[in-house]
């Protein structure tokens, strides 16, 4: 049987990271709002919505866990209010009831909103840059279309997709995604690199989100052809094939999405088993992301993210997961590490001071710890590496924009190697 060799620096990052885990885990156990009495409802024969200008009334009534008139609780009239903050397509949300009526509130954002980033490499091929452009709310029904062009790993990606929000608890939510990737494989420790180009799709359904418990479900199908060229080194050529996978997930969410200030927490489980038909091997992942915001005070959160991920072994570099500054640990390079197994945890404490009306700046403290095993250019296993950051950012935050700011970030990476990055977006981090 084989032993997992771990290296003292590995272990030095990867415990406090899994004694993280199980204090955020501890955390989650804390309910995310009070409990009401089971008996305690209130009739409501209306529903009166002001504020909204392109949002159609029907977007905001079918978020309702019944018709009116109805018996609703407390708790229900709370988790309307959530559900229609998470749209994420107003920046003021209120909800209130009084005399049979129940009054929502808005303050809508405008939803046409770019997609740009820039991340500097070690090199300019290294740099990783996006544009593109996002309608969160079209024909007023909170639904995304969308499309972005990227280059990143040495090479161009590009992105189309249009997705139904998954609030609704009456109905299948369907998201479908088109994409073309051309990536650059290489490795930190072998001269050997190939091209790996991919053109495929995804067609998602998210089942109803009933009132009953917050626990959602969805399931993906997905497929891509993948072909290798450009190959150097001494190692086998990695195969051609066509990949089928059907992807499971479940989300406990209890997450309250907001511009400056979020809270709650949301966990997902993604199982993803497939077939990479061709070279005859199977493809399975399995992903566990954890998300939370802890207000502090009425303008500071700190906020947490947690991912762990793995594959199986194929013994082929093309399937793996990757870590990086794009998603991980803030300064690690973008196509290096092309991992087995990985872990990584993001911690950000922000404090935002309002500008002007709808206007904020907001500076934020982090850290990002993580490990990973990556595999070598045959598809052997390593020994796993640790890796830490620490940084500082700011963020210009126009609340009147459906999720769009200007981000940039300072990261030093202090370990495997020391590195500075300077990294721009137009969203969070996470």
Do not use: C
């Not at 980033?117 to 996006?130: E, H």
């Not at 909170?142 to 249009?162: E, K």
């Not at 794009?326 to 404090?351: C, F, K, M, P, W």
Request: hydrophobic share 40%.
């Amino acid at each position: 049987m084989p032993v997992l060799h771990v290296t003292r620096r590995a272990r030095v990052v990867f415990l406090p990271v899994m004694l993280l885990y199980a204090m955020i885990f501890i955390l989650s156990a804390t309910p995310a709002h009070p409990a009401h009495p089971e008996e305690e409802s209130i009739g409501i024969d209306t529903l009166a919505i002001s504020g909204l200008l392109r949002t159609k009334e029907d977007t905001i009534r079918r978020l309702l866990p019944r018709p009116i008139p109805s018996q609703f609780t407390r708790a229900e009239v709370e988790e309307f209010e959530r559900r229609i903050r998470n749209l994420s397509l107003f920046d003021r949300v209120t909800v209130s009831t009084h005399d049979g009526t129940m009054a929502v509130d808005v303050r809508e954002k405008f939803t046409l909103s770019p997609v740009l980033s820039f991340t500097s490499g070690t090199s300019v091929k290294d740099l990783n840059a996006t544009a593109g452009l996002v309608e969160y709310n079209l024909g007023g029904t909170g639904t995304q279309i969308g499309g972005q062009f990227n280059y990143s790993q040495r090479g161009p990606n590009v992105d189309v997709w249009i997705s139904e929000h998954a609030y609704r608890p009456d109905r299948w939510a369907k998201e479908v995604k088109g994409s073309y990737a051309s990536n650059g494989i290489r490795f930190a420790d072998s001269p050997a690199a190939w091209t790996r180009n991919r053109i495929g799709g995804e067609f998602e359904l998210k089942g109803p989100f009933g009132y009953g418990s917050p626990l959602r479900y969805e399931v993906v199908a997905k497929i891509y052809r993948e072909l290798v060229q450009d190959g150097t080194g001494t190692g086998p050529r990695p195969p051609d094939g066509y990949y089928v996978g059907l992807i499971p997930e479940v989300t406990w969410d209890r997450y309250h999405w907001h511009d400056l200030l979020p809270s709650g927490y949301r966990i997902a489980l993604e199982l993803r088993p497939g077939y990479f038909f061709g070279a005859d091997q199977p493809r399975h992942e399995v992903r566990l992301r954890y998300l939370q915001g802890i207000p502090l005070t009425p303008m500071t959160v700190f906020m947490v993210n947690a991912v762990a991920e793995a594959v199986n072994n194929s013994r082929n570099p093309n399937h793996s997961v990757l870590m990086g500054s794009i998603a991980g640990v803030r300064g690690l390079s973008d196509n290096l590490y092309r991992n087995r197994a990985q872990t990584y945890l993001n911690l950000e404490l922000r404090h935002a001071i309002q500008v002007a009306s709808r206007w904020a700046l907001q500076g934020v403290l982090f850290s990002d710890i993580g490990a990973f095993q990556p595999f070598t250019e045959e598809g052997n296993q390593r020994d796993w590496i640790g890796t830490v950051n620490v940084g500082a950012g700011i963020r210009v935050i126009p609340t009147f924009l459906a999720n769009t700011l200007l981000r940039v970030d300072f990261a030093q990476l202090l370990s495997p190697s020391p590195n500075s990055l300077v990294q721009m977006g137009i969203t969070q981090y996470f």
